[in-house]
């Protein structure tokens, strides 16, 4: 079991910056791949990136890339997404997850794992 906990949330103004963290305890967060997804208001929930279980291969879709960043760092049993020149548009819900799978896809039955959600406005 893992346990998955989101934080860095909040309300900035377009072209500013937020860190979102995800906090995991439970056993072996570095056995997991791991993903950032998120959900707009009447929006079905959209894969964002993910990261193998050693912080390679990250890919990105398209909306964030060049804009975001993935990482982790398996000692602190963390994973962050580096979130740059925020626009209207990234406003969402932003969950994390974790897979057992190595490679995982892009859906959310790819996933094993979910955190609660941390609520990301951008203001225009």
């Known amino acids: 079991q893992l346990q998955l906990v989101e934080s860095g949330g909040g309300l900035v103004q377009s072209g500013e910056s937020l860190r979102l963290s995800c906090a995991a305890s439970?056993?072996?967060?570095?056995?997991?791949?791991i993903a950032w997804f998120r959900q707009a208001p009447g929006k079905k929930r959209e894969w964002v990136s993910c990261i193998n279980d050693r912080g390679g291969s990250p890919n990105y879709a398209e909306a964030v890339k060049g804009r975001f960043t993935i990482s982790r760092d398996n000692a602190k049993n963390t994973m962050y997404l580096e979130m740059n020149s925020l626009k209207p548009e990234d406003t969402a819900v932003y969950y994390c997850a974790a897979s057992s799978t190595m490679y995982p896809g892009r859906l959310q039955r790819d996933f094993d794992y979910w955190g609660q959600g941390t609520q990301v406005t951008v203001s225009s």
């Open positions: 439970g056993y072996s967060f570095d056995s997991y791949a």
